[in-house]
């Protein structure tokens, strides 16, 4: 991945944590539509990278997750 588009992918996947913070009930449609047009963008421009990670659930279960190094969008 160059440089510019390590920056772009960086700076959306930054902009999609931030909107990510206001709780989906008080998105409304255009707020949405534009984290959504984000989300589109990663998975479209991004050379993904997928890690497998385990997650503990509770003490005595866990789960494997699959998410990109770079953007963070999760794969199941």
């Known amino acids: 991945m160059n440089i510019p588009q390590q920056q772009q992918i960086f700076c959306m ?21 534009i984290l959504n047009y984000i989300i589109e963008y990663l998975k479209t421009n991004c050379p993904h990278n997928v890690i497998q990670d385990t997650i503990d659930i509770t003490p005595d279960n866990s789960k494997t997750i699959s998410y990109c190094e770079y953007c963070e969008l999760s794969f199941e």
């Open 13 to 33: 996947t930054k902009a999609k944590e931030w909107l990510e913070k206001v709780d989906r009930k008080y998105q409304d449609i255009e707020y949405n539509q």
